[in-house]
């Protein structure tokens, strides 16, 4: 009989439960390690990880500041700044490259190839960012913008302009993409226009799209500055100046017209000029823009002699008559010969030396003044020195001390050679004749503002007295003398005196080491004789002939219109224009020296100008007191009365006394207090 089967659940069940116990624990663990993993994210790292999100959603953006305007004295811009579009494209959102490249090319002038191939040089590259075209026109964005692309993105900047063109280039400058000055006072008082950037936070989604932003503090604009230009005087200066150069083929000029009381710079012209709203070309070297009236010093030949003669009537006894012996057009010196270029002279008075622009009469003055004395005034009207103006790259000149003087030096210096000097130097040297005796520094700007608050300028000091008010007047009467019969007939005005002194320095070849055929012709002066408003100092660099030929006509014709703007007084009755245009200057009278020694003079003008009497026998000294330099001396030079000008600031005392008669011979004495 066979036994009954017995059958056993084996292990399957069994199996199964292990299984899933098995399962369990995995999952438990599983489970754990996510749990433990969420605490340390979660928890023990929330504040690394929360900073770090923040930092790859949140980013801090710039907000430019207003860029500040330039305007000239009477409100006209000559800079400013405009908001405009720039556009930019996240590559990697582009559908298409090829697509993106012919729809940008065409509407913002740029090539399609060259497009494409950015864009796909950022797409390789993985950039999130590509500037396609910064600061487009207007027609250009409203184009883009009609088409509604979304991938297609602006940003708004700020484009710089000039509104007149190169007028002043040299002292405004220019900027750069980034709207920071690169030149002129753009760069020189970048942080005072530039004003102070504000900040954003700007939250963004994982493509770097903005989602929301919020200002954390305001950007503060720049400042808005008031030059002391008048764009009026400033054209002439220009326009006068770059007929001269390119008529005469000199290789660059300048032209500096200046207040002789407040130090204001009226006009500042350089040329060649260029565009300051252009980037220069890579062509260019650069030379364009160097500010030939402030950066580039040269040799200022005869007008350094009113630096001679002034010293000599502070510190000899030396006076306008004084005869001075001039040997005959010939002066040996040790190691050197000065000889006189065609006319040798005798005796002269030192009146006579100046008007004949005379070599050997400069030299034996300087003598007479002494090394010491010399170099001492040499300093005091400013030369060896900035002139502090906030304008980059200004020289100082070169002026060196006595003990590195040679043999010759004394006679040198004496007649402008061994000294270097810019235009504006110049300016500042011939106002100290013109205003009595004070050493006034330039000033480029007349008033700060930010939008229409007031920012406070920081006072330029009082003006050092350089000459006695007597030896300033002197010099005055003596320059007019230059004007009237001497080298520089050509600076004669017509219904105002003017004075001043010619100048042609031949140029030294450095490499051939000798002077060469060219010169640096100059003429600095000033009008009205007997209360000047204006000076004016003009330099033409690489001149093939003498200051008082070439430059003596652009001072002649900046002058004139610079009387005329300020509504200046005339002190002579009008004349029938008697002077050839700029570019068709014949033969000139008499001829100043060069850096060789020479001189030349001709035919002399005896025409003179003479103070109109009353038939009280004097006109009526009016109440000066209260008033200031400026009103003074236009009441002064519309009565026809010689002021002497003594301080600054307001006049607090005068003689003779107000309602007194003024006899032939006399001057009223004004003194000015603060």
């Not at 923040?54 to 430019?64: D, E, I, N, T």
């Not at 205003?435 to 009082?462: C, D, F, I």
Request: aromatic fraction near 6%.
């Amino acid at each position: 009989m066979d036994r009954p089967t017995r059958t056993y659940a084996i292990p399957a069940r069994a199996d199964a439960i292990r299984r899933l116990t098995w399962l369990a624990v995995v999952l438990l663990i599983w489970a754990g390690v996510i749990f433990a993993k969420i605490i340390k994210l979660q928890v023990l790292s929330h504040e690394k990880y929360a900073a770090l999100a923040a930092h790859q959603q949140r980013h801090l953006v710039a907000l430019p500041a207003p860029r500040g305007s330039l305007w000239d004295r009477n409100g006209q811009p000559l800079a400013m700044s405009a908001p405009v579009d720039s556009v930019f494209v996240n590559p990697l959102r582009l559908p298409d490259l090829q697509i993106a490249s012919d729809i940008l090319a065409p509407i913002l002038s740029l090539d399609r190839a060259e497009t494409f191939q950015k864009l796909q040089n950022a797409l390789d590259n993985e950039r999130g960012f590509l500037w396609i075209k910064r600061k487009i026109s207007r027609a250009e964005s409203e184009r883009l913008r009609s088409l509604r692309l979304e991938w297609i993105e602006f940003q708004a900047e700020s484009h710089r302009y000039y509104p007149k063109g190169t007028l002043a280039a040299h002292l405004l400058g220019a900027v750069d993409h980034e709207e920071k000055g690169n030149a002129g006072i753009e760069l020189s008082l970048e942080k005072d226009l530039h004003g102070r950037a504000g900040k954003a936070r700007l939250l963004t989604d994982v493509q770097r799209r903005g989602i929301e932003s919020e200002t954390s503090s305001e950007p503060v604009a720049g400042q808005d500055l008031t030059l002391t230009i008048d764009e009026r005087i400033q054209f002439a200066a220009e326009r006068d100046l770059k007929e001269a150069v390119e008529t005469h083929r000199c290789t660059s000029g300048s032209v500096v017209v200046m207040d002789p009381l407040t130090g204001d710079l009226l006009a500042m012209a350089s040329y060649p000029t260029f565009d300051p709203s252009k980037p220069p070309e890579p062509w260019m070297d650069g030379s364009e823009r160097f500010n030939h009236a402030v950066s580039v010093p040269f040799e200022p030949g005869s007008v350094f002699k009113v630096i001679t003669l002034a010293a000599a009537l502070e510190t000899t006894a030396l006076r306008p008559e004084s005869p001075i012996n001039c040997g005959g057009g010939i002066l040996r010196l040790p190691g050197r010969v000065i000889h006189e270029a065609k006319n040798g002279y005798g005796l002269l008075t030192m009146a006579q030396v100046l008007e004949k622009s005379s070599n050997i009469g400069a030299v034996q003055i300087g003598m007479k003044v002494g090394r010491e004395n010399l170099i001492d005034y040499v300093k005091r009207f400013g030369f060896g020195r900035q002139a502090g103006l906030p304008l980059p790259a200004e020289s100082g000149g070169v002026v060196r001390p006595v003990e590195r003087w040679g043999t010759t030096s004394l006679a040198s210096i004496a007649m402008g050679h061994e000294v270097s000097t810019t235009t504006v130097q110049l300016a500042q040297a011939v106002s100290v004749v013109a205003n009595g005796g004070l050493l006034v520094k330039p000033r480029l700007v007349l008033r700060r503002a930010r939008g229409a608050v007031p920012v406070p300028e920081r006072s330029a000091g009082t003006p050092k007295r350089v000459l006695k008010a007597e030896t300033a007047i002197t010099m005055r009467q003596m320059m007019e003398g230059v004007v009237l019969h001497g080298t520089g007939t050509k600076a004669r005005l017509s219904g105002w005196t003017s004075g001043g002194k010619t100048g042609s320095a031949q140029i030294f070849d450095l490499a051939a080491k000798r002077y060469t055929h060219k010169y640096n012709a100059s003429f600095m002066g000033f009008a009205p004789v007997t209360n000047p408003a204006i000076v004016v100092v003009v330099t033409l660099n690489g001149a093939a002939e003498f200051g008082g030929k070439l430059a003596a006509p652009v001072f002649r014709s900046v002058a004139t219109e610079a009387l005329r703007v300020l509504d200046t007084p005339k002190d002579l009755p009008e004349q029938p224009e008697k002077t050839p245009s700029l570019g068709k200057s014949k033969a000139e009278p008499p001829v100043e020296d060069t850096v060789e020694d020479d001189l030349a003079i001709a035919d002399l003008d005896a025409s003179t100008s003479v103070l109109q009497e009353r038939e009280d026998d004097g006109p009526r000294v009016p109440n000066f007191r209260g008033k200031s330099m400026r009103a003074v001396g236009e009441e002064a030079a519309a009565l026809g009365l010689p002021v002497v000008f003594d301080g600054s600031g307001t006049a607090s005392a005068q003689a003779p006394t107000p309602g007194s008669i003024l006899h032939p011979g006399e001057r009223v004495r004004v003194e000015f207090k603060r």
